[in-house]
């Protein structure tokens, strides 16, 4: 259990570190790993720097990429959203020498029309956000900016950011130097009267040429004033060559997009009447490319070359008039590629470790076991939540349509009513963009503004307009809420427009672009002879309506996750509960399991659950008379076959056992027998016999068992006992035997009983243990050759007067053998025996007396047995017989005695090996 705990809270740690990894660069969890290019989605501009790196705003004005000459995608940066839901968007961007990108980065509303500030900010080489530069905000409603805001043209020259403010009739250069902090004015100027500007660049005055809305080019000079360089009188152009993204090369030529004439333009400030085109049609066509001229951006390069963005393709005329291939995307490097893998493989990790947990929490911990509860809670509440879902997305589904339904008809009504709010003979009047913000312009835009300008807090916020004039067959740009479009830029026909200026319908619609999702209706424009001559489109930033949306989403999704609560507690309580009984009778039933066999169930509920708790009573009180039966059958076998002897087969009980099972110990052997039991027996009657034997049993078994032994077999008159442990405990146990038998024949002595006498052998060898027998018989047994050396030893107690005798292998695996009092007899001879045995003589349990002349004559004893050994019989026989003189009931002295007075007197035979002959 501790284990798959561990382990358990293993993987989910690995699971939670990968999970964290994923969350931090969950980003990447949206490209498709496989891919390996990012395509351009809505490009606005591009630039390149001296080491032919390209720079591209992207994704709808959102993103800015940093690519290598070979098209290798370096960084990106992303755009922010403000803290009350506004939008950042890039406009304009300059590189310097250290790869460091200035951008002019503008702050929308939420409905991304107006303009709230603007600010240049600076980007280190590796595209980290470093610090802003320069910010303006524009607070003022009766100024409103759209989409773009004042800040234009960011160029860099020697290390130094140069950039334009246009404040509205003025505009200001600003510069920052190298090492300082805060850019400052340097030069300014004022626009013509009724001028207002579209487009700037340049950086010494005198140098510096702008575009007006109104379709001019100046020239700013360096005392102030603005000369005109394009379009000259008597140059063959119509008002309607508007001069867009106006740009000057590296020779200080201008470089703009006439939309007009679907061609890039160049122009010599120095020779005005001649109008080079770059691009057109038929180049464009020679050259393997393709320009629609709809959201078309140029830029020149450090090399001269024109760098051409339209919407998803970038296109590159080289200083000698040849095309460079289109590139629509970009490529991601390997590191980026590996980066992205990695993300995925740590998202795939994090799954299948989490997939682990589960596994490993329900069949390892929980062992397969789940709570009734969770199951109901499981079941019941998904099955609920999916019902109220369900019902829910159908009321949703209603009220979105329904919603859309209304804003199309207040769309169409807006659009419709146009034709109340623009006079369609003034618009058929207006020709050309010199009529910017001229008599007409004006009460268009001050109509239009009273009806969907007048509260800035009300629901008409989000709303588009816009003024298109149809003119032979041709959608013209006129009025609307976008600055970066110019009047009379053509508008291209589709399905949707074309029915309107033709058949005069309504028509509504919807799309979605960088500023988000938007509902639109478009309704003629007729003039006073009935003649369609413009269009008006009223567009809804769905943004607010989303929002509402989203927010009754949200409370859909949070009244069901409260009810779903809700539910699950009632639920939970309801089967709590219910349940109370069942567990009261699980617990019960668990005391019963622990083996509280006494246990008794008392319900009260007087339903099912009190019937199961009387059904228990039973079932317990049956289990109690069984397992009583089987204890007390485990316990009788048990006395038959010695728990000990059952862990020695590694059997856990005897139903385990089976004929032949077997194992080798190293364990010493005890034999213990009453002396001369045939002639006590002989004065006894059976049942005295059995009475005797078995009180003198209890009386003395018990001190085998306090030493780790077991009685493996009782012998008539005594027992063989095995210590698998040390022979400390077997040589203590037989010294405890000895001493209880003076107190047990004091007892005997009370009851006029004579006294018995013991004697004890002990050996210490190899013995197989076994089950024994045939398939309708078992029995435990000892097989062993030490067995019998055992039992002879307690034989040879009584001719050697010991009371208890040991082998040399017993003493050599006591721990301590100082702790014991013995005295060595030397080598034995045993009959039936070819090799003799080094026996002890034990006399710590003797009596006191007989204990105290061994001890005091132990070295005289073993003197003399050392002399015997090595034939001094002489020696021998006077060391012997001062023993015997000492303690004349020493047995073993006077064997000795005798036997040395004979070798001495008669010499001993040819075979004789120093041992101690005993039969």
Known sequence: MKKSVAALLLVVLLAGLAGTFTFRERHLLAQNPLNRELPFVSLSKA???????????????KTILKLDKEG????????????TGELFRFNDMA???????????????????????????????????????????????????????????PQIKQGELFFFNDEGARVTQYRLGAGETEPKPVFGFDLPGNKYLAEIDGLAPGSIYYSARSGEVYRAGADGASTLVYPLPGLDRTRRNFPESLRIDTAGRLVFIDYNSKAISRLDPAQPYIIEELVNPAKAQAGGIDIPYEKTDISVGPDGDVIIVDDTRLNRRMPDGSFAPTMDKARYSDGYVLRRWTVWAAAAAGALLLLWAIKLLYFDVMKRRVSLLVKQAFVFVPTVAAAMILLSAVIYNNFVAKMDEETFRELSLLAANGQNLVDGDKLEAISSPIEYRGEAFNEFRTKIRSVFDNNADSANRGFYKAVYKVENGIIYRILEDDDEMHMFNPFPITEVNGPVFREGKVMTGGWKDDTGVWNYAIAPIYNSSGRIVGIFETSKNMETLLAHRRGVLQEIVRNIVIISVGLLFVLLLMTFIQLSALRKLRRSVGDIARGNWDTVVNIRTRDEIADLGESVNTMAARI?????????LSQ????????QFLRFLHKDTILDVELGDQVEQNMSTMICNIRQFYMLSKRMTPEENFNFVN???????????????MINKYLGAGFMALFPASADDALRAAVELRKEVELYNSHRDNSGYKPVDIGVGLHKGPLRL?????????ESNVISDNVNIATMLERLTDPLGASILMTDSVVRSLEDASKFQYRNLGLVQVGGMKEPLHLYDVYQGDPDTIRALKDRTKARFEEAVTYYQVGRFYDA??????VIKANRQDKAAQLYFYLCDEYFQNGTTEDWNGTLSVS
Request: proline share 5%.
């Open 877 to 882: 026989r006077e060391a012997f017989l001062m």
């Open 770 to 778: 076994g089950i024994i027998g045939e398939e309708q018989r078992l």
């Open 47 to 61: 630039i390149a720097d001296r080491r032919d790196n390209l720079y591209l705003i992207d994704n709808a004005k």
């Open 695 to 709: 009180s003198f049993l209890k009386r003395f078994g018990p001190y085998v068992r306090s030493r780790g032994g």
């Open 95 to 153: 590189v310097d020498e250290l790869n460091r990108v200035y951008a002019v980065r503008t702050l929308l509303d939420p409905f991304g029309l107006t303009v709230r500030s603007e600010q240049i900010v600076r980007y280190g080489p590796d595209g980290k956000f470093e610090r802003v530069i320069f910010s303006q905000d524009y607070p003022d409603p009766k100024n409103r900016r759209y989409r773009i805001g004042g800040l234009k043209s």
């Open 636 to 643: 009788a076998y048990y006395r038959f076959v010695p728990q």
């Open 624 to 632: 109690r008379e069984y397992i009583r039966k089987v204890e007390s």
């Open 72 to 83: 290798t995608l370096q960084y990106s940066i992303h755009s922010e959203a403000g803290k």
